[in-house]
């Protein structure tokens, strides 16, 4: 589903993604119509823009997601703003490209966040990791060391270690010599187990427990 609220922007993105295969079920042009259309038709992806009229794109962003973890959202913006980044990305987000990005990594954006991947333009996966590296310095308000905490197998805590290194699936299984889909089903049991939500979200917790670095023991 493609959400702007510019028509000419809106439609040339809609038939380029319909050229490539995509099955687009959907677009609106304002923030309140994109709510109802995507909880009618459950899009596996929604291609949001930020600056929308109504709602803004983040709000959309985190009521979709909030009611369908499964959503995955990739955010076509024209604004690189590290603050606009990290507040997409808070807010849910999957990805985040700036409109600059060609047709060809248009698709292949939205086919790789499909499967799971967080697609960034080129400096942003930097700012992001960054600010959760940050935050996860921060003093915790929880308590990360509770024994009755969701435990994961090795496997799974590997695979995650790979997540956190900003890995996209192929790459972990091709390290790991497993399929892509059994990358996929250790991603979704994790989140799961530890109640998440997206990759971003499994990429902090790895950071704030340390599992992102190499077992040196």
């Not at 499964?70 to 980044?85: I, Q, W």
């Not at 997409?88 to 966040?113: F, H, N, P």
């Not at 290194?165 to 996929?184: D, P």
């Not at 089903?185 to 998440?196: A, I, S, Y």
Request: one cysteine or more; proline letters at 5%; a negative charge.
């Amino acid at each position: 589903m493609v959400v702007d609220d510019h028509p000419m922007w809106r439609d040339a993105v809609a038939r380029d993604l319909a050229e490539a295969g995509l099955d687009v079920v959907a677009t609106a042009g304002d923030g309140e119509q994109a709510v109802r259309r995507a909880q009618a038709v459950a899009p596996d992806v929604l291609v949001l823009d930020l600056n929308l009229p109504l709602k803004p794109g983040v709000q959309v962003c985190k009521e979709l997601v909030g009611a369908n973890p499964a959503l995955r959202v990739l955010v076509l913006s024209a604004s690189g703003e590290h603050a606009d980044v990290l507040e997409a990305v808070k807010s849910g987000a999957t990805g985040y490209l700036l409109k600059s990005a060609s047709t060809e990594e248009l698709i292949d954006a939205v086919r790789r966040t499909a499967v799971g991947d967080a697609v960034f333009t080129p400096g942003l996966a930097g700012l992001v990791l960054g600010e959760y590296r940050r935050l996860a310095t921060e003093p915790a308000t929880g308590t990360p060391d509770d024994p009755k905490a969701p435990q994961l197998t090795d496997r799974e805590t590997e695979v995650l270690r790979l997540v956190a290194k900003g890995l996209s699936y192929k790459q972990i299984a091709e390290r790991l010599v497993i399929s892509h889909r059994t990358v996929q089903n250790h991603v979704q049991n994790t989140l799961g187990k530890l109640q998440l939500h997206n990759r971003v979200e499994l990429v902090r917790y790895a950071i704030e427990r340390g599992i992102d670095k190499p077992d040196d023991a």
